[in-house]
């Protein structure tokens, strides 16, 4: 079993900052990418940035320049650090991590999400 757990949202004024933490833990044996997704009211979720096993990173055209994307191997932490936020960010966020898992010696790989973090910019 994998958990992630996120930290990092709230309440910030437009053009503020925020950063997200999401960090996996259990029975782990690789991560092949984290990522961030988010789900405005009334809208559907979108992928808003990722970064592989390597550092290959990916964001949705609207973050491009404000936010950025980093990993932290070691820990199995995945951080989006979020800046110039516009009222439009406003969304609940997801973490993500495409994981794999070794069972009785045989790899698995599997999705795992965790529970969301608002985030609000409103003035």
């Known amino acids: 079993q994998v958990h992630l757990v996120e930290s990092g949202g709230g309440l910030v004024q437009p053009g503020g900052s925020l950063r997200l933490s999401c960090a996996a833990s259990g029975s782990i044996f690789s991560i092949n990418a984290m990522g961030w997704y988010r789900r405005a009211p009334g809208k559907q979720r979108e992928l808003v940035s990722c970064?592989?096993?390597?550092?290959?990173?990916n964001y949705v055209d609207s973050v491009k320049g404000r936010f950025t994307i980093s990993a932290d191997n070691a820990k199995d932490t995945v951080y989006l650090q979020m800046d110039s936020l516009k009222p439009e960010d406003t969304a609940v966020y997801y973490c993500?991590?495409?994981?794999?898992?070794?069972?009785?010696?045989?790899?698995?790989?599997?999705?795992?999400w965790g529970h969301g973090t608002q985030v609000t910019v409103s003035s």
């Open positions: 993500n991590a495409d994981v794999t898992v070794s069972w009785q010696g045989e790899p698995y790989e599997y999705v795992y």
């Open positions: 970064i592989t096993s390597g550092g290959s990173t």
